[in-house]
């Protein structure tokens, strides 16, 4: 039976790892956490939030337009994937202009009123900073490639092919082509992890660095809170270009699978992330990174051996869990947790299928929904939502190949549909085009969205949506310091299960429980038996001695 459960209990029976704490952090609390680790963050893309001007994309004033929801929500900070000038191929990752707002998204003058909106309203706003690459069409490049003593020459990885018609070596881009483009204009190759159009930025470069802080700097001074950092173990590349091993079987675009070896995860990237910090501390900022890691030790390392890297790296680890299995869970957030740094928990994102879509089983949908939001939005650390889970949004991804948007859906359809799925328009009522904007919007909103939106759930005390305003309120109301102890129990199963609670490992021997919240569909009797936990289910309480 005890397989069934997790119970992830006590935010405050462990002890954390000081952060550092520099002049400009102020502790909001008596333990001495910044106000990022009490937060909740919540991702936004652009593109697909509220479309204030109705041409079927969203923009900035759409999102200055929901602040008040946000609030009332709970949210804490925004992180807003990137709204710079950009061609698009990569729907904002292929940055042209670092320092200025995309006129699809508004303006700079838009930029500083979402900001300060923000900020009446006590919502921090991150934005994202693409650090590996920047496009193609941006004017680093464009001088780059156009001549070998080129200035910018040196920002970007150029070699020479092995041989007529041959890259350098057999490194793959993750997009689906091989990570070399040959440019006529000199005759040589350059180097790309992601699209063609993302040229990899070459981070040995000393000039290259100090233009990169410089832009963090640039933001900072605008009141940006910090950044998400994208894709930081794809920085380095070794300089011997030494070839990757092949590893068995195929990858969905039907290449040989790599040992990534050489072109990720290289040890220089410490190095920068605690620059990047360095510029942070100067403004008293938070660095959240993309930190993909095949293990916790990986992810204990982005935090720096003197805790001088990221503060919020996110743990993406469970996003690559396949099913619910409590163990599983369990096991997991008892590593991170004893790894001693303050944990960041991710469920999903907008490079991951949703996670209503992933945990559904058909028959439980809502109540696995706020099962696995209860699990992540109490744990011990710090929670990065994305938008549209607090409705329980599903995927909606592309029918046939003609309707893909994301280039890699039409590179690997069908075996890769792209991510077009997990970015559809935000569902704010049950009307046409879900609220989100009078045109036809840029990707299309899923049938569900007519009972799974914010005006229908928001009129229902059992929505997914009421579930999770009221767990962000206890978030934010219990912060379960240092003499108090938050109870969570979480039914992963299908069938009911019988809890007893025996909560004398954690040194309560005859502990005094006043519930907080349930969802469950019965009322429940009493807590003098065993504690009966519908399939599914959560239970959060408050524990006194
Ligand atoms: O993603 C980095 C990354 O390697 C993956 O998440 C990748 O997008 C996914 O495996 C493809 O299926 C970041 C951004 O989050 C992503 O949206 C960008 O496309 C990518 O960097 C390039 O900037």
């Known amino acids: 039976m005890v397989k069934a459960w997790i119970v992830t209990g006590a935010l ?23 106000w990022w680790q009490h937060a909740v963050f919540y991702e936004i893309y652009p593109r697909s939030f509220a479309d204030s001007n109705n041409d079927g994309v969203g923009d900035l004033n759409g999102i200055a337009s929901k602040l008040d929801y946000l609030k009332d929500l709970g949210v804490d900070a925004i992180w807003i994937t990137p709204c710079f000038p950009s061609p698009q191929v990569d729907f904002g ?11 699809m998204y ?56 092995k041989g007529p018609g041959q890259p350098p070596n057999n490194w793959l881009s993750t997009f689906g082509l091989s990570a070399w483009k040959l440019d006529p204009k000199t005759n040589l190759y350059y180097y790309h992890y992601f699209y063609p159009e993302q040229p990899d930025l070459n981070w040995r470069n000393p000039a290259v660095e100090k233009a990169m802080l410089d832009v963090t700097r640039f933001w900072y001074k605008r009141g940006v809170a910090g950044f998400r950092l994208d894709a930081v173990d794809t920085l380095f590349e070794d300089t011997k270009l030494t070839d990757n091993p092949v590893l068995p079987g195929t990858d969905k675009f039907g290449r040989p699978n790599m040992d990534e070896r050489y072109n990720k995860k290289l040890p220089e990237v410490h190095d920068v992330m605690r620059k990047l910090r360095g510029a942070a501390e100067e403004y008293g900022s938070v660095l959240i990174g993309e930190t993909w890691t095949s293990n916790v030790s990986e992810l204990k390392d982005y935090y720096g051996a003197k805790n001088d890297e990221l503060q919020l790296p996110m743990d993406l680890m469970m996003t690559e869990f396949k099913g619910l299995s409590a163990d599983r869970y369990r096991k997991h957030i008892g590593a991170v947790d004893a790894a001693g740094a303050w944990p ?56 046939n190949k003609d309707e893909v948007q994301d280039p890699i859906g039409k590179l690997g359809w069908p075996l890769e549909k792209g991510r077009d799925g997990e970015r559809t328009p935000m569902q704010w009522n049950d009307g046409a085009n879900a609220g989100f904007s009078k045109t036809k919007p840029w990707l299309p909103v899923p049938a569900s969205a007519k009972t799974h939106n914010v005006a229908s759930e928001q009129k229902d005390n059992n929505s997914v949506l009421s579930f999770y305003r009221q767990l962000l309120a206890l978030r934010h109301k219990e912060p379960a310091h240092r003499d108090e102890a938050i109870l969570v129990v ?13 909560l004398s490992p954690l040194s309560f021997s005859s502990p005094k429980l006043s519930v907080l919240l349930t969802d469950f569909h019965k009322p429940l009797a009493g807590l003098t038996d065993a504690l009966p936990m519908e399939p599914y289910s959560v239970f959060i309480a408050k524990i006194a001695k």
């Open 12 to 34: 405050a029976l462990c002890c954390m790892a000081a952060p550092i704490v520099k002049a400009q952090q102020k502790a909001v609390d008596a333990e001495g956490h910044q």
């Open 93 to 103: 990752y292929d940055v042209s202009d670092y320092e200025a707002i995309d006129p």
């Open 106 to 161: 508004g303006t700079m003058k838009d930029f500083d009123h979402l900001v300060s909106e923000a900020k009446k309203r006590n919502i921090r706003v991150i934005l994202d900073f693409v650090v590996n690459h920047t496009s193609d069409k941006h004017k680093w490049f464009e001088d780059s490639k156009s001549s070998k003593t080129a200035e910018h020459r040196d920002w970007y990885i150029w070699r020479d092919g």
């Open 344 to 399: 960041t928990y991710v469920i999903t994102n907008h490079d991951i299928v949703r996670s209503y879509t992933r945990y559904a089983d058909g028959a439980h949908n809502d109540d696995i929904a706020k099962m696995m939001a209860a699990l992540y939005l109490t744990l011990r650390g710090t929670a990065v939502m994305y938008y549209g889970e607090e409705i329980g949004m599903e995927n909606n991804d592309p029918k």
């Open 490 to 502: 979480l039914n992963m199963s299908a069938t009911e299960q019988k809890v007893q609670l025996d």
